[in-house]
């Protein structure tokens, strides 16, 4: 193998296992250590730079850091069901607890530069994008057909979850940087909107419509059954303030578990959710199906809806087919009857959750954007750029529903496209992100973070009393950790942007590094191809998804091959080797943002913009 190229960014990047898996490369280690240090707003802002909406996520985000932390692989001796550090509910106590931090956010454009952007839409793209954008000089005008900023995270995520309030105090500061916003004001057509002379149009509409599901019955009892999303707005926005005893929700997604959880609160005594797949393969979150069965609602899995059953346009029920997943010859899984009787649950209310899909009756299709299968718009995935050169998407509008987090990395990838468009810059040259490495050796035996592993399982974050998280839409269920518990969870964090620095003109291959190493990470051996290296290294190399650090050769002509997968980062092969070969450096990483240094790049030079 070729020695490890440690100056491409990417390599201790994936290293970073959390921050690799953000779709907003959020520095988690760098937040966790400040939330241990007490360091709360300065906590806060690290957050805010990359995933802009801390208070939010740290409520509501799909959290794809957490499968991705390193304690889940590497502690199986301390725990039956190892379970990652609670970084969402971490990034949770640093928007709780920050106090005050307006005077640290940044200011408005001093002047403007000239040029207009549309936003449409204000859910977390759009606001990414006005917020990126906005103090650079660009005037951003974001327009909703609600009365609030926020999008779906205002519409749809219940109140239990995300109180109105975080909402408010995080989209108030986007709009503190000078970005107008437009409530009220839908936008039916977008080549009228073009013809308005706006420089730029960033599309963030979201996923709007909910799928139906056209079944015997539908049409008749058509009073009694709601498209989930829908329904969830019209709790939001208080058009909608109770519901039938018994409920049956469709679906396997989040969306289901926020209708079944708020058709409890507003009055459902026998709520159900009745899903076609197995309950492994609901696309919910694990803790969205705990949250939701730890409030008494049953997950019904197998059963495929046949029929809404009802007595003269009232609904009675629902019928079901049970089915079992099988694969066929070519291993494509499909659903079986079992050929039992079909079952029927009685029912007041039906919620459909089955899905969402973007609707575009407003774009024009001979405006200039191509639309390509299932009506969805043509979009570079790397730019957002759609056909019509000075039209972006993002968000579940670019490429169907995701998460929060994502549309936040859709909006700063935005972003940047729109400034360099702006400026006359191809779009498609990205600017390269700003690393650091700096050591963290106070002396032989001392370093400047906590390198001692806690051994502590993870913390759960305190609820409400059930009674009354229960008794209205509106209480907050989770109550957060406290400052104590938060410096407990987070010093679970195995630091895992400590970087282990190998110097192989420094080491002597006396091979202490090897006898101290508590996960038996490091060999010293002769070359070779990486299959086969994999597998005669102390410890196999068993991930290949993470790559090997590999070492120009040493003195002997051997190298050092470090497994990263499982390396705790803990510092005591610096603290053993005499000859400080080793050495534990801190890396940062911060995705460039719109602004001077991402035009100073460009695909091909500073080629024209398409």
């Known amino acids: 193998m070729q020695a490890t190229d440690t100056k491409n960014p990417a390599y201790y990047h994936k290293v970073v296992d959390c921050q690799w898996a953000c779709p907003a490369h959020t520095p988690v280690p760098e937040y966790l250590r400040l939330i ?29 850091c957490e499968p991705a932390c390193r304690r889940g692989r590497v502690e199986e001796a301390n725990a039956a069901k190892p379970e990652p550090v609670a970084i969402c509910r971490l990034k949770r106590v640093a928007a709780d607890l920050k106090g005050d931090v307006a005077a640290r956010m940044p200011q408005p454009a001093a002047q403007p530069n000239g040029k207009r952007v549309a936003c449409i839409g204000a859910g977390p793209a759009s606001l990414t994008v006005a917020r990126d954008l906005a103090p650079l000089g660009y005037a951003v005008t974001v327009f909703d057909a609600e009365t609030k900023a926020g999008g779906f995270m205002h519409q749809q995520i219940p109140r239990f979850r995300l109180p109105e309030s975080v909402i408010d105090e995080e989209t108030g500061y986007i709009f503190a940087l000078g970005p107008q916003f437009k409530p009220g004001q839908r936008i039916d057509s977008l ?60 679906g396997g997604g989040n969306t289901a578990m926020d209708c079944c959880r708020s058709a409890r609160r507003l009055g459902g005594e026998d709520v159900k959710v009745i899903v076609r797949s197995g309950f492994d393969e609901m696309k919910a979150s694990p803790w969205e199906k705990e949250d939701a069965q730890h409030e008494g609602i049953p997950i019904i899995n197998m059963h495929v809806p046949k029929a809404f059953v009802h007595e003269g346009g009232r609904l009675t029920g629902m019928s079901f087919e049970i089915v079992r997943a099988e694969r066929d010859a070519k291993g494509r899984r499909q659903l079986v009857p079992t050929g039992e009787p079909e079952v029927f649950f009685e029912c007041d209310e039906v919620l459909i959750a089955v899905g969402q899909e973007n609707a575009f009756p407003w774009i024009e299709r001979d405006v200039g954007v191509a639309f390509g299968e299932w009506g969805m718009p043509v979009v570079d995935p790397s730019t957002f750029q759609s056909s019509l050169p000075r039209v972006f998407f993002g968000g579940d509008a670019a490429f169907g529903p995701k998460n929060i987090i994502t549309a ?30 700096v050591s963290e050796k106070m002396g032989i035996h001392e370093w400047a973070y906590d390198n001692d592993p806690s051994n502590d399982q993870r913390y759960k974050v305190p609820w409400a009393q059930a009674e009354q998280a229960l008794s209205s839409i509106r209480v907050e269920v989770e109550l957060g950790f406290d400052a104590r ?36 990470c490091i060999t010293f051996t002769g070359n070779g191809d990486e299959a086969e290296l994999r597998g005669r290294l102390s410890a196999p190399a068993l991930n290949l998804t993470q790559d090997l650090l590999v070492s120009p050769p040493v003195q002997t002509g051997r190298v050092m091959v470090k497994d990263e997968d499982v390396c705790l980062h803990c510092g005591l092969c610096a603290e053993r080797c005499p000859t400080g070969a080793w050495d534990m450096q801190r890396w940062f990483l911060s995705m460039t943002k719109a602004g001077g240094a991402s035009h100073t790049i460009g695909a091909n030079g500073k080629g024209a913009r398409p």
């Open 36 to 64: 241990a240090q007490g360091r709360y707003a300065d906590s806060y802002m690290i957050n805010w730079v990359s995933n802009v909406f801390p208070g939010i996520l740290g409520r509501t985000c799909d959290r794809p």
């Open 191 to 250: 080549r009228a909107l073009l013809d308005e002379g706006w420089d730029a149009v960033f599309v963030g509409s979201g996923a709007p419509r909910g799928r139906d599901l056209e079944l015997p019955g539908r049409q008749e009892a058509a009073a009694h059954i709601h498209i989930g999303i829908d329904w969830l707005a019209s709790v939001s926005f208080g058009h909608v303030t109770s519901i039938g005893k018994r409920v049956i929700v469709l």
């Open 408 to 437: 936040v990395a859709h909006g700063h990838e935005a972003a940047v496209s729109i400034d360099r468009y702006l400026n006359d810059r191809s779009v498609s040259g990205r600017p390269p992100p700003f690393t650091n490495l």
């Open 485 to 520: 518990t938060a410096f407990k969870e987070a010093s679970r964090c195995l630091n895992c942007d400590v970087q282990t620095v190998f110097s192989a003109n420094l080491c002597i291959e006396c091979d202490a590094c090897v006898d101290i190493c508590p996960m038996d």
